[in-house]
């Protein structure tokens, strides 16, 4: 299984860049790992929320296969402690899926059919933090999670 992280934007602090490319580099010793920067949507002072949401939702979906499994990093969807997150991984390993997607959307969420093509929405928290930190924290948690799942001393009960 391969798992990618889609977000939009580029990362413009240097030292949240190092920290995410650090757990990268870790999560690559458990799981082919990427992450797809996928270019801001130009002219948005000119575009409506709904506007924006829907060119950035065609840009998504452009990155989708129809046999992918496509989670959205939401703060609607369903919220899990880092033991039952790793279970989450374990058991999309086992069900023999070749690409697993995660999606950091753009300052306004999701358009409606990027939402309609999901398999999950998933909320790191019930807080709100800016796109480049919850790139940090969802490494972060990913790394955390195959640990867990190896018995690893990263995490600790």
């Known amino acids: 299984m391969q798992i990618k992280l889609l977000a939009i934007g580029k990362t413009d602090n240097k030292e ?3 920290l995410i490319d650090s757990y990268i580099k870790r999560l690559k010793h458990y799981v082919k790992f990427e992450m797809i920067i996928l270019p801001d949507i130009k002219n948005v002072k000119h ?3 709904t506007e924006q949401k ?3 939702g065609s ?3 452009s990155m989708v296969n ?3 499994v496509l989670v959205l990093l939401d703060e609607r969807g369903k919220q ?3 033991k039952d997150f790793s279970l989450v991984l374990q058991k999309r ?3 023999g899926i070749k690409n697993l997607i995660f999606v950091i959307g753009g ?3 999701f358009d409606k059919a990027v939402y309609a093509r999901a398999n999950q929405e998933l909320s790191l928290s019930k807080m709100t933090f800016s796109h480049q930190m919850i790139r940090l924290f969802f490494v972060e948690q990913l790394y955390r999670g195959f640990t867990i799942l190896r018995n690893e001393p990263y995490h600790h009960q």
């Open 54 to 56: 829907k060119r950035e």
């Open 47 to 49: 575009l409506s929320q």
């Open 80 to 82: 899990y402690d880092s």
């Open 16 to 18: 949240l860049k190092s």
């Open 93 to 95: 390993m086992n069900s």
């Open 59 to 61: 840009l998504i979906n």
């Open 107 to 109: 300052p306004y969420g």
């Open 66 to 68: 129809p046999s992918d």
